[in-house]
T-cell receptor
Framework: AQSVSQHNHHVILSEAASLELGCNYSYGGTVNLFWYVQYPGQHLQLLLKYFSGDPLVKGIKGFEAEFIKSKFSFNLRKPSVQWSDTAEYFCAVIGASKIIFGSGTRLSIRP | DTGVSQDPRHKITKRGQNVTFRCDPISEHNRLYWYRQTLGQGPEFLTYFQNEAQLEKSRLLSDRFSAERPKGSFSTLEIQRTEQGDSAMYLC???????????FGSGTRLTVV
């Protein structure tokens, strides 16, 4: 069955620190991957997506993610976080007919 | 507003009552999805429509849950005989095709007391 694992439930960083959030997927078919973000009190928004081609995908707000097929991973990165990046981040994979989400990682930024 | 709209934003109901939520997707999107999200968890798939056809229902969806999309535009999700375990955020999303990802609404927060 398709699944997504996010092992970091809560990450706390200081402003300007670098960020990497882990995501591992399990899916036997063609892999299409997403990162979504949910800011406090707001709806889910698409950060970036991978379908094919360059495994390094750039998204909005300075985020990027790297698809590593051999490791079944799609980690999210940002070189320097800001307080406004405080949010919940969800990795997701397209299954047979719908998107399957991980359990999310809560990111807290210390000013 | 050209995004996905959900109504109501909040619903408090007594156990055993029926509730109905509405979702208005982006008009050009033929695919509509319902998800449920509880605190500390990612969204869980409930059901999916392509135009007016309901193509998939999750095993999580008991017989008390029903969804419709009568004209291929807006959708309703009804929960009959609500239970405390139904308390959650119910999310609607629409999409013109999976490769584009989904656009989510703000959700309806259900509290069953």
């Amino acid at each position: 069955a398709q699944s997504v694992s996010q092992h970091n439930h809560h990450v706390i960083l200081s402003e300007a620190a670098s960020l990497e959030l882990g995501c591992n997927y399990s899916y036997g078919g063609t892999v299409n991957l997403f990162w979504y973000v949910q800011y406090p009190g707001q709806h889910l928004q698409l950060l970036l997506k991978y379908f094919s081609g360059d495994p390094l995908v750039k998204g909005i707000k300075g985020f990027e993610a790297e698809f590593i097929k051999s490791k079944f991973s799609f980690n999210l990165r940002k070189p320097s976080v800001q307080w406004s990046d405080t949010a919940e981040y969800f990795c997701a994979v397209i299954g047979a007919s719908k998107i399957i989400f991980g359990s999310g990682t809560r990111l807290s930024i210390r000013p | 507003d050209t995004g996905v709209s959900q109504d109501p934003r909040h619903k408090i109901t007594k156990r055993g009552q029926n509730v109905t939520f509405r979702c208005d997707p982006i008009s050009e999107h033929n695919r509509l999805y319902w998800y449920r999200q509880t605190l500390g968890q990612g969204p869980e798939f409930l059901t999916y429509f392509q135009n007016e056809a309901q193509l998939e229902k999750s095993r999580l969806l008991s017989d008390r849950f029903s969804a419709e999309r009568p004209k291929g535009s807006f959708s309703t999700l009804e929960i009959q005989r609500t239970e405390q375990g139904d308390s959650a955020m119910y999310l609607c999303a629409s999409s013109p095709g999976q490769i584009y990802g989904y656009t989510f609404g703000s959700g309806t927060r259900l509290t069953v007391v």
